[in-house]
């Protein structure tokens, strides 16, 4: 059998193995679902009409098709956090040092982590989506095309985020720590355009929403669903999670393949 081969053996059985784990304690994934779905929810039920009126809407089904990208978004940072915490309670208990001892392959230990994660991301996307075509969301003009490019750019920045927060579950001490390292992936949504235009903040705070990751992203989602104005959004995007990527991929291998102390 070829390396090749063997690599992705291996990194189907650890895929295998964290899929089974998030099937039988559910609690945390349900947990980070309901912090998005309670947002939408109390931004389009309670200050709906509100919010409407200051993104120049008619009613509250304007505020709904505004905000449901940005929610989307919101989905992907509060997910991966299970990632973060997972990979630090393995490395805590020991699992991670057990599997660098074991003939396996070395990378199928974060292969299996990183996978899962974004899986598991998708599947909250989609749930989360279900709520906001419940609730109202609508869009009748995207084609075909610009819905595969929607949900590739939430796939391709759920792949960078899950390598941010599983470099930081290998930094941390124990699972508390990595849950509130990764606090950031939830609170870098509520700085952005996910709730109301950067352009209507204040001037010293509008350069935070409009020059961190989750901005473009949302900006561009939610042009190619609602045909709103992209402009360079979408190569900002595409070089954020490039960027992000890259980044957590060294950091967490340069973690993991460290030697033990």
């Known amino acids: ?45 309670i200050f709906g009409d509100v919010m409407s009126a200051g993104i120049g809407g008619t009613d509250r089904s304007d505020y709904i098709a505004y905000i ?25 208990e020991g699992l991670v040092a057990r599997f660098r001892t074991m003939a396996i392959h070395r990378s199928s230990v974060i292969i299996g982590h990183v996978v899962g994660s974004v899986l598991q991301v998708l599947a909250s996307l989609v749930l989360v989506g279900a709520v906001g075509v419940a609730i109202g ?59 109301i235009p950067a352009d209507t903040m204040p001037g010293w705070f509008r350069p935070i929403a409009e020059y961190q990751p989750f901005t473009p992203a949302i900006e561009t989602v939610r042009g190619l669903l609602l045909g709103t104005e992209i402009g360079n959004n979408g190569w900002i995007a ?6 992000l990527s890259l980044l957590g991929y060294r950091w967490t291998t340069s973690l993991f393949n460290r030697d033990p102390k």
């Open 137 to 195: 969301f609508r869009s009748v003009d995207a084609t075909a095309l610009e819905w595969l490019a929607a949900f590739g750019l939430l796939a391709l920045f759920a792949l960078a985020l899950t390598w941010i927060a599983v470099g930081m579950g290998m930094a941390s001490p124990n699972a508390e720590a990595a849950s509130n390292m990764a606090m950031p992936l939830i609170l870098l949504p509520l700085v952005s355009s996910a709730f």
């Open 238 to 243: 595409l070089a954020w999670c490039v960027g």
């Open 68 to 92: 449901v990208p940005g929610i989307l978004m919101m989905t992907i940072g509060s997910t991966v956090i299970g990632a973060a915490v997972s990979v630090s309670t393995d490395m805590a």
């Open 1 to 45: 059998m070829s390396a090749l081969s063997l690599a992705a053996r291996d990194s189907a059985t650890m895929l295998r193995r964290n899929l089974l784990h998030v099937r039988r304690y559910p609690s945390l994934t349900l947990n980070l679902l309901l912090t998005p779905v309670m947002m939408l929810l109390l931004f389009v039920y």
